[in-house]
């Protein structure tokens, strides 16, 4: 239930945060701090971990668990106490795209990092006594200006529908717990027979609730970032021409020329109520030159992250067969069909089948597909198009019921997603053949509680007792 | 009035499971001891049901053995039934209980404190404290005064004054002051601490009829037994050879009772139930309970309801479950455990005789409810020192809590700490993450109580670090740092400790002969693998010879870290993280009303408080991490300021 605990960290784990403003800029660092850096150095750079360069600027590929090359980034090691934190730290700079950021710090917690909390850097700067008096000053001001505002906002969107959601969440798990604890520390009184198929229901409801949860990180990003639209296409199904009329200007070269646009353009645009992120992207070519294969890797890059995959063809054309990487994606809310050159043929939308579409081999996925036939020369079929793009961004957002608003932050969804690890490590030990003592699955219990704590405020263990006296007749 | 002219290290005033742990601790770390209580014949009463141990309680009692407590011991000698609860569930939750013989439990604890070198006994009821202006102009205690017009003079002072500060029992509308049926009530004391500005509030608490055995038939009951193999609460296997007291400590005697064998000859206690008369007694009389027509203002416990609370609140279930448990092996007294109440008597007598096998229960001692003032222990320091009042310790009740297991541990720290105050050492605090005592007394002290507390391992965050069995282990370095325990023992606990960490990675290093078939991976796979039951049934008797051999509290300590490895190893994490901020110490001269930035809310929390870690200041409810950000940075700034 807990394989990967095995290995002992001596004091204090390893945190790591994006230590520049969110959001897209030159550059963005990414700073770890803690006894893993030698390691993750070593790892993440190939590198031999005796023989780290320290306190220079090394240029490497970031290479991630799973072998993907991230970013080309600028790294420094430097090994503690002569540090900002007194701790060994690894300062990682990468391009300043959020996604990057994003991959980063996900990579860095898969191997074993943790979000650092609002001042934790320096709050370990402090604990190592690297700081002076008069820094100390400096930073005390800072952080206080910043966990006003910090505790503002969370003030606000805790009593919002991110409090009432956890909340419920918290007000199931103390429950369980209660019930739970209940056969652990009243083992003589006279209680209803346990019942641990209540509780493995139970476990799962929160689960889902913790999942529903967690899914909104991508509406949070939404509101932030816009909601991310990729055009992709074979080179000139006109693409760029499509961008250009929604946005309402020439924004991106448009050329007849096939293969122009090689790197990203990328335009903001208020959409009904949604800010639109279009991302055009190189041109999908069967048979690419060596410049367009690095765009076109940089194409598919940008499909995890994509809210709406615009999947552009020529509507004169027959209906290719769709690239290979689009496929995990290939679901009715992910992409859209979308048939440009509609002033050279008919007009309407349709579901691909419905169309008639002569395609080349087996539909499959594609038949489900809802394709928009749209001129970009004309503007015909655009509002169609637009419309139905509102609609998929208010589908996110609904991915959380009854609550229109909700939207967790990046630290919400480490703890979210820890919770959800131990609730499911709870359940396992549950149902497993030979169930797992009690006060193990209690154990994990309390880590999801611990976790959702760190977001809605600190579970008082008073409330689980509550939740105990309140469901059970306790007392000899 | 005159006075004793001895100057004591610590006076303690009452010798209930509190004040008897605290006089012991006091002398047998050489400080000369003065116990007073009321009343000599009652010492170590057990004024409710005749049973120590239990879930969590008896974790704390093995606590106090490792710390050179008395309770475990005099236990273990004085038992009539053993039972470990929870042997279904894991080793971190299973607790051993022990039905005792009230009265020889007494004997042997009293006659304890007579042997105790160092120790003086006296009764006398203690009515005032003594005070004057210490160096700092706060107020300190300097003695006491009794009802017998005579003062004692001492450098400390302990109160445990249990249930009889302005104790008053009710017996449906009828009231008596006293804090036990049969004895007085410490009806002044409270003016001195009144006069110091110590808050007074009230608690409720209640205890059962008691009936004449010969007059139950056991054949409608169902016997509860004890187990055939007793689990003790004391270390047998550290403790000293000989007479059961510290080697080193001067004896006034020998050893001169007889000791019963522990676990010997055990007595059975007896299940019944209500009945649907009961429920009806208890509902048409509702009106004349204590409890139900507003004559108490004190606060009850939910763990432990009335009768009548729990046919109110749980009004859905037909019938409730009553223990008979027997008071002694020399008296035919009976306890209904299940049954307190505060209805008037001739209401107990028809419901005690609506109970299956009580139909002709003859009622020796009525139920009542008592009610007493505690002060409430946010007031303390964490070595259990009156902020207010220097050189005053508190413990047992009067710290708001219940129990005679809760009331030892924190007696036993008390006499610790008395007297290396007075010796101007440093104070015995147990961490959290060290035993149940930890979070006991650091419960009280930052969140207070507004029930009486009684400890659940549910309250340990770290619970599965505290299994029944590692006390010893864990508490070793305070025993050792304190003088608390005799060099034979510590040594022994020493070698013990040495043996489990060498079988502990044995187990992960080495592998099973193949011929055994139990599979890859090294012995502490298997076990593992054994207790998830993925591979299961095989016994474990083809573990090594050499580690078969060992002392079975040595084995079960090893297979406990081995099995449970990898769960250990995140609560040792958790508490690696969580030391951080303990280790953040705030003076206890801290204005927090200089910090700035603070919320006014978590200002005036902290002020009541007065944390000395940061850790502990995380803790009070309402204080949030912005504030903690901002405390912290404040002390280092005070610090490197200095």
């Given at each position: 239930m807990c394989e990967n605990e095995q290995t002992m960290v001596s004091v204090g784990d390893t945190i790591t945060a994006l230590?520049?403003?969110?959001?897209?800029?030159a550059i963005a660092m990414v700073r770890v701090s803690g006894a893993l850096c030698g390691a993750l150095a070593a790892a993440i750079f190939g590198r031999e971990a005796k023989n780290l360069p320290e306190g220079r600027q090394c240029y490497s590929d970031y290479r991630?668990?799973?072998?993907?090359?991230l970013d080309d980034v600028v790294w420094g090691f430097r090994r503690g106490p002569k540090t900002f934190t007194g701790e060994d730290t690894l300062e990682i700079c990468t391009h300043g795209n959020p996604l990057i950021v994003q991959l980063v710090l996900g990579d860095l917690l898969a191997r074993g990092c943790r979000s650092a909390e609002a001042g934790e850097f320096t709050r370990r700067a402090f604990l190592s006594g690297r700081m002076d008096l008069t820094q100390a000053e400096a930073v005390m001001d800072l952080i206080h200006a910043q966990s006003e505002r910090a505790l503002q906002a969370a003030r606000l969107q805790l009593q919002g529908g991110l409090g009432r959601h956890l909340e419920r969440l918290i007000g199931a798990l103390l429950e369980i717990l209660a019930r739970i604890e209940a056969y652990i520390d009243f083992?003589?009184?006279?209680?209803?027979?346990?019942?641990r198929g209540l509780v493995v229901d139970s476990l799962a409801n929160v689960l889902r609730g913790t999942e529903r949860l967690l899914a909104t990180h991508r509406y949070g990003d939404m509101l932030r970032d816009g909601f991310k639209t990729v055009l992709l296409g074979?080179?000139?199904?006109?693409k760029s021409s499509l961008l250009n009329a929604l946005v309402g200007r020439?924004?991106?070269?448009?050329?007849?020329?096939?293969?122009?646009?090689?790197d990203f353009i990328e335009e903001r645009m208020h959409i009904g109520p949604h800010l639109l992120r279009l991302i055009d992207t190189a041109g999908i070519n069967p048979s690419p030159g060596a410049v367009e294969c690095l765009g076109m890797e940089k194409t598919f890059e940008r499909l995890p992250e994509?809210?709406?995959?615009?999947?552009?063809?020529?509507?004169?054309?027959p209906l290719p067969t769709p690239p290979q990487q689009l496929m995990p994606y290939l679901t009715p809310d992910r992409v859209f069909l979308v048939r440009n050159k509609a002033d050279l043929i008919g007009g309407g939308t349709a579901t691909a089948e419905g169309d008639g579409f002569k395609g080349t081999g087996d539909l499959g996925a594609v038949s489900l597909l809802s394709v928009h036939t749209v001129s970009a020369?004309?503007?015909?079929g655009l509002d169609d198009l637009r419309a139905a793009i509102i609609v998929r961004a208010d589908a996110l957002r609904r991915?959380?019921?009854?609550?229109?608003h909700l939207a967790i932050n990046a630290r919400h969804a480490d703890a979210l997603s820890r919770a959800g690890a131990a609730l499911s490590a709870a359940r396992a030990g549950l149902v497993a053949?030979?169930?797992?003592p009690i006060e193990l699955v209690s154990s994990d219990v309390r880590m999801a509680l611990d976790a959702l704590g760190e977001v809605a405020g600190r579970v008082d263990n008073e409330r689980m007792l509550d939740a105990l006296f309140s469901t059970f007749c306790i007392g000899k | 009035m005159s006075s004793d002219l001895q100057i004591y290290e610590v006076i303690v005033c009452g010798a209930g499971h509190a004040g008897c742990e605290a006089a012991l601790a006091a002398a047998r770390m050489g400080a000369r001891t003065l116990l007073l209580t009321?009343?000599?014949?009652?010492?170590?009463?057990?004024?409710?049901?005749?049973a120590i141990g239990g879930q969590a309680k008896g974790q704390i009692v093995r606590e106090i053995d490792a710390l050179g407590g008395e309770m475990a011991i005099n236990t273990d000698l004085t038992g009539i039934q053993f039972r470990l609860l929870n042997?279904?569930?894991?080793?971190?939750v299973q607790s051993p209980r022990a039905q005792c013989d009230k009265k020889a439990y007494q004997f042997r604890l009293k006659h304890t404190l007579e042997l105790q070198a160092n120790l003086h006994l006296f009764q006398a009821t203690v009515t005032g404290l003594i005070f004057s202006n210490g160096r700092a102009g706060q107020r300190e205690v300097v003695g006491v005064r009794t009802n017998l017009d005579l003062e004692f003079h001492g450098r400390t002072v302990i109160v445990t004054t249990g249930t009889f500060l302005r104790g008053l029992m009710h017996i449906g509308q009828n009231k008596n002051e006293g804090g036990r049926l049969g004895d007085f009530s410490a009806k002044t004391l409270s003016t001195s601490f009144i006069e110091a500005g110590i808050e007074l509030q009230r608690l409720k608490t209640g205890t059962p009829p008691r009936i004449a055995g010969?007059?139950?038939?056991?054949?409608?009951m169902e016997a509860q037994r004890g187990d055939a193999k007793p689990t003790l609460f004391a270390y047998h296997d550290t403790r000293d050879d000989g007479?059961?007291?510290?080697?080193e400590h001067d004896m006034i005697?020998?050893?001169q009772r007889l000791g019963?064998?522990?676990?010997?000859d055990q007595v059975p206690c007896w299940l019944t139930h209500t009945t649907e008369r009961t429920a009806k007694l208890v509902r048409d009389n509702l009106h004349l309970s204590a409890m139900y027509s507003g004559e108490i203002e004190g606060v009850g416990p939910r763990y432990c309801p009335s009768i009548e609370d729990k046919f109110v609140r749980f009004?859905?279930?037909p019938r409730h479950i009553l223990y008979l448990e027997p008071?002694?092996?020399?008296?035919?007294e009976y306890y209904i455990n299940g049954l307190s109440t505060s209805l008037p008597f001739p209401v107990q007598v028809e419901m005690v005789r609506s109970i299956p096998g009580l139909e002709r229960a003859e009622l020796i001692r009525p139920a009542y409810a008592v009610e007493y003032d505690f002060a409430p222990?946010?007031?303390?320091l964490a070595s259990l020192e009156s902020k207010l009042v220097e050189n005053l310790f508190f413990a047992g009740q009067i710290n708001g809590t219940s129990g005679y297991e809760e009331a030892a541990c924190q007696g036993l720290v008390a006499g610790v700490n008395a007297t290396l105050k007075g010796r101007g050492q440093s104070p015995l605090v147990i961490g959290r993450h060290e035993g149940y005592t930890g979070v006991l007394i650091d419960d009280l002290v930052t969140?207070?109580?507004?029930?009486?507390y009684r400890m659940f391992t549910?309250?340990?965050?770290?619970?599965?670090?505290?299994?029944?069995?590692?006390a010893e282990l864990r508490l070793e370095h305070h025993a050792r740092t304190h003088g608390l325990l005799s060099n034979t023992r510590l040594a022994r606990i020493a070698t013990k400790r040495v043996q489990v960490d060498q079988w502990v990675t044995q187990f992960e290093v080495t592998r099973p002969g193949?011929?055994?078939?139990?599979?890859?991976?090294?012995w502490g796979d298997w076990l593992r693998r054994r207790q998830s039951g993925?591979?299961?049934?095989?016994?474990?008797?083809?573990?090594?010879e050499a580690f078969l051999a060992l002392a079975s509290a040595v084995r079960d300590e090893v297979l406990y870290r081995v099995t449970y490895a990898g769960y250990l190893a995140r609560e040792v994490r958790h508490v690696a993280r969580l030391q951080e901020v303990e280790k953040i110490k705030i003076p206890a001269?801290?204005?927090?009303?200089?910090?700035?930035?603070?919320r006014t809310e978590s200002l005036a929390k902290l002020k009541a408080?007065?944390?000395?870690?940061l850790g502990q200041a995380s803790r009070i409810?309402?204080?949030n991490p912005a504030d903690i950000s901002i405390l912290m940075i404040h002390l280092d700034t005070r610090r490197r300021s200095l």
């Open positions: 230590a520049t403003p969110n959001g897209t800029g991630a668990l799973d072998e993907r090359i083992p003589d009184e006279d209680l209803p027979t346990e019942d074979l080179p000139n199904v006109g020439d924004r991106a070269i448009v050329s007849s020329e096939p293969g122009t646009t090689r994509a809210d709406l995959i615009l999947w552009v063809i020529d509507g004169t054309e020369f004309t503007g015909a991915s959380v019921a009854g609550d229109e053949a030979v169930p797992a | 009321g009343n000599l014949d009652t010492v170590a009463q057990m004024s409710c049901n005749p042997e279904s569930k894991g080793p971190a010969r007059s139950i038939d056991f054949s409608k007479p059961l007291f510290h080697v005697g020998r050893e019963w064998v522990p676990g010997s009004a859905d279930k008071e002694g092996r020399a008296t035919n222990p946010t007031q303390l969140k207070g109580t507004s029930e009486p549910s309250r340990a965050e770290h619970r599965l670090l505290f299994n029944h069995g590692s193949s011929d055994l078939g139990l599979g890859q991976g090294t993925t591979d299961g049934g095989v016994q474990l008797d083809v573990l090594p001269s801290f204005d927090f009303g200089a910090v700035q930035g603070l408080t007065r944390p000395l870690s409810s309402g204080v």
